[in-house]
């Protein structure tokens, strides 16, 4: 069965560090483009970043710099490195598998159940 | 960034019901476009993609259409599972995707 399981969210004081994994099964993460979205309480949904098969990342303009997304091939596990936390950043944290649609056009269709990032003092 | 603007933005309606949401883009995205459920403390769940194709798994009430820069999603026949928040992403943009800020349907 394909599946995603998000672990590592917790309660974390503004400045401080964070780090997601998600681990994946049924399929290979190294092979797949793979994203992490969140969602702030009450709100809607917004892309973090993405690592593509090859290993290029991208991230969204609001943690870029503060995030660092990556895998352990031999874990089968995607990872998101969260430093110098903002309460801003206080959501729900989902990983997704990234299904290619052509060449270069990218949907997801498999989703974690998230895990929750708190940061508050 | 693609702009995606939904509506309703909430939507009351009762089992049997035919309902219609809409999600408009700031700018063309050809068909790029998904629909995705959400139900509470749950994940989001992919429904369609590519603007009209079906998920697999997905049951038949559930359909999309549009392209360029309005789409829409309806369901023939609500059922009670169905009560829930919807959500449009663009990926024409990939990886910069944008979602709208959902739809959420409840029962009148």
């Known amino acids: 069965e394909v599946q995603l399981v998000e672990s590592g969210g917790g309660l974390v004081q503004p400045g401080g560090s964070l780090r997601l994994s998600c681990a994946a099964s049924g399929f290979t993460v190294s092979s797949n483009y793979m994203s992490w979205v969140r969602q702030a309480p009450g709100k809607g949904l917004e892309w973090v970043s993405v690592i593509y098969s090859g290993g290029s990342t991208y991230y969204a303009d609001s943690v870029k710099g503060r995030f660092t997304i990556s895998r352990d091939n031999s874990k089968n596990t995607l990872y998101l490195q969260m430093n110098s936390l903002r309460a801003e950043d206080t959501a729900v944290y989902y990983c997704?598998?990234?299904?290619?649609?052509?060449?270069?056009?990218?949907?997801?269709?498999?989703w974690g159940k998230g895990t929750t990032v708190t940061v508050s003092s | 960034a693609i702009r995606m603007t939904q509506s309703p933005s909430s939507l009351s309606a009762s089992t049997g019901d035919r309902v219609t949401i809409t999600c408009r883009a700031s700018q063309g995205i050809s068909s790029y476009l998904a629909w995705y459920q959400q139900k509470p403390g749950k994940a989001p769940k992919l429904l369609i993609y590519a603007a009209s194709t079906l998920q697999s798994g997905v049951p038949s009430r559930f359909s999309g259409s549009g392209s360029g820069t309005d789409f829409t999603l309806t369901i023939s026949c609500l059922q009670s599972e169905d009560f829930a928040t919807y959500y449009c992403?663009?990926?024409?943009?990939?990886?910069?995707?944008?979602f709208g800020q959902g739809t959420r349907l409840e029962i009148k």
């Open positions: 997704a598998r990234d299904t290619p649609e052509g060449y270069y056009y990218y949907y997801m269709d498999v």
């Open positions: 992403q663009q990926y024409y943009s990939y990886p910069r995707i944008t």
